[in-house]
């Protein structure tokens, strides 16, 4: 569904093709092809594509650093025949150069995308570990201290910027010194479901958890791996990926290939389980991408009670307090409808996740000068 007005070629950019964050780009894809007549999607090739792009019905064009200049020539050749929105997501070297090239072109507007607390990730990730501390070493483009200077070249280049959640907008605008350029809240969207949604078990006794991202420490994979070891009936649902729970909970961990249709992956779960860490930045600051996935499929959430996650779907979910009291946690989630938390979080996938309403505010940023570019 597009908009009437909406004669403008986006181009969204990822700054990775190999990594989840791939996931984000295509999310963007989905709220600009919703309002826009034609949309680019490209990501900067540092490697074999993420497996999940698979579910998503976008062709992602890779580019390398040589490519920068001519894709800059492309996108001067778009604004002269028509509005062109440049949406570059987080902006780790070298994406960013694209931004500082067309900074000022009649007719392309500019905006940079911040989903995701991105220095903090780093900075746990390096110090988890020498290992970890030694491959992300300051060389490498993604070191903390060189990306907090990309993402803030990105945002002074760029005549707008959009957040996935209020809580990442406030600190990141005064981290980036931009707190004076427009801004909007673009959450994570995925397409309306084209199937009926499942008949529910109102309140199952034998539970089937999903926990279907990237299992990382700050996600809660020892909350999960305690669960499991709390009832050894209960079943957890996974993509395959390198990670996997200690032996004793080997039976019990059923993965998928990455290709599997999410569809069928939510259908068959009671609860999607979000044990996020509140006091970690990472946490505070993200908006999971499975929230939205389980919205989309009328899948109940049991989440901690986060900042983003409380201002998309806190009447929508069930909120967990903490993960550690796995007795409590498995008698919150057996006296729980399951069929009132499915109609709840659907009800939230409509009002903030659907194409037309994160298509709607990214048109807004891209319209906000009438000759195609931003006034300030």
Same mark, same amino acid.
């Given at each position: 569904?597009?908009?009437?007005?909406?004669?403008?070629?986006?181009?969204?950019?990822?700054?990775?093709?190999?990594?989840?964050?791939?996931?984000?780009?295509?999310?963007?894809?989905? $709220?600009?092809?919703?309002?826009?007549?034609?949309?680019?999607?490209?990501?900067?090739?540092?490697?074999?594509?993420?497996?999940?792009?698979?579910?998503?019905?976008?062709?992602?064009?890779?580019?390398?650093?040589?490519?920068?200049?001519?894709?800059?020539?492309?996108?001067?050749? $778009?604004?002269?025949?028509?509005?062109?929105?440049?949406?570059?997501?987080?902006?780790?070297?070298?994406?960013?150069?694209?931004?500082?090239?067309?900074?000022?072109?009649?007719?392309?507007?500019?905006?940079?995308?911040?989903?995701?607390?991105?220095?903090?990730?780093?900075?746990?990730?390096?110090?988890?570990?020498?290992?970890?501390?030694?491959?992300?070493?300051?060389?490498?483009?993604?070191?903390?201290?060189?990306?907090?200077?990309?993402?803030?070249?990105?945002?002074?280049?760029?005549?707008?910027?959009?957040?996935?959640?209020?809580?990442?907008?406030?600190?990141?605008?005064?981290?980036?010194?931009?707190?004076?350029?427009?801004?909007?809240?673009?959450?994570?969207?995925?397409?309306?479901?084209?199937?009926?949604?499942?008949?529910?078990?109102?309140?199952?006794?034998?539970?089937?958890?999903?926990?279907?991202?990237?299992?990382?420490?700050?996600?809660?994979?020892?909350?999960?791996?305690?669960?499991?070891?709390?009832?050894?009936?209960?079943?957890?649902?996974?993509?395959?990926?390198?990670?996997?729970?200690?032996?004793?909970?080997?039976?019990?961990?059923?993965?998928?290939?990455?290709?599997?249709?999410?569809?069928?992956?939510?259908?068959?779960?009671?609860?999607?389980?979000?044990?996020?860490?509140?006091?970690?930045?990472?946490?505070?600051?993200?908006?999971?991408?499975?929230?939205?996935?389980?919205?989309?499929?009328?899948?109940?959430?049991?989440?901690?009670?986060?900042?983003?996650?409380?201002?998309?779907?806190?009447?929508?979910?069930?909120?967990?307090?903490?993960?550690?009291?796995?007795?409590?946690?498995?008698?919150?989630?057996?006296?729980?409808?399951?069929?009132?938390?499915?109609?709840?979080?659907?009800?939230?996938?409509?009002?903030?996740?659907?194409?037309?309403?994160?298509?709607?505010?990214?048109?807004?940023?891209?319209?906000?000068?009438?000759?195609?570019?931003?006034?300030?």
């Amino acid at each position: 569904m597009q908009f009437a007005d909406s004669e403008v070629r986006a181009f969204v950019v990822g700054d990775s093709i190999r990594s989840n964050s791939l996931g984000r780009v295509l999310s963007m894809a989905i $709220s600009a092809d919703a309002v826009f007549s034609e949309v680019v999607v490209l990501a900067y090739e540092d490697g074999k594509p993420w497996s999940g792009a698979a579910q998503f019905d976008f062709e992602v064009t890779p580019f390398s650093r040589s490519d920068i200049r001519g894709l800059a020539d492309r996108i001067r050749l $778009s604004a002269r025949e028509t509005a062109t929105l440049l949406w570059i997501s987080k902006g780790a070297d070298p994406v960013g150069r694209l931004a500082q090239q067309l900074r000022g072109t009649p007719g392309v507007t500019i905006v940079a995308d911040f989903d995701d607390n991105d220095i903090a990730i780093m900075k746990s990730f390096r110090s988890q570990s020498r290992v970890n501390a030694l491959k992300m070493h300051v060389l490498r483009r993604k070191h903390p201290t060189r990306l907090t200077r990309a993402q803030a070249r990105l945002a002074s280049a760029a005549d707008a910027l959009s957040f996935s959640n209020s809580a990442l907008a406030e600190t990141y605008r005064s981290r980036l010194g931009a707190t004076d350029k427009p801004w909007a809240l673009v959450p994570h969207s995925r397409p309306a479901r084209v199937t009926p949604l499942p008949t529910r078990r109102s309140r199952p006794e034998r539970l089937i958890l999903g926990f279907l991202g990237t299992v990382r420490a700050h996600k809660g994979a020892d909350e999960i791996v305690e669960l499991m070891r709390h009832d050894r009936r209960t079943v957890v649902v996974s993509f395959e990926q390198g990670w996997a729970p200690p032996a004793d909970c080997a039976a019990q961990w059923r993965t998928y290939p990455p290709t599997t249709p999410l569809a069928e992956l939510y259908d068959q779960i009671d609860f999607l389980v979000l044990p996020m860490d509140g006091h970690d930045e990472a946490s505070i600051h993200q908006l999971p991408a499975k929230l939205v996935d389980a919205a989309v499929n009328g899948c109940p959430v049991a989440a901690t009670s986060t900042p983003p996650i409380v201002e998309f779907a806190g009447s929508s979910i069930l909120p967990i307090a903490t993960w550690a009291h796995t007795e409590d946690v498995y008698r919150v989630l057996r006296s729980s409808d399951t069929r009132v938390l499915s109609s709840a979080i659907t009800r939230s996938f409509a009002e903030f996740f659907s194409p037309e309403a994160t298509g709607r505010a990214i048109a807004r940023l891209a319209s906000i000068n009438a000759n195609g570019g931003v006034s300030r």
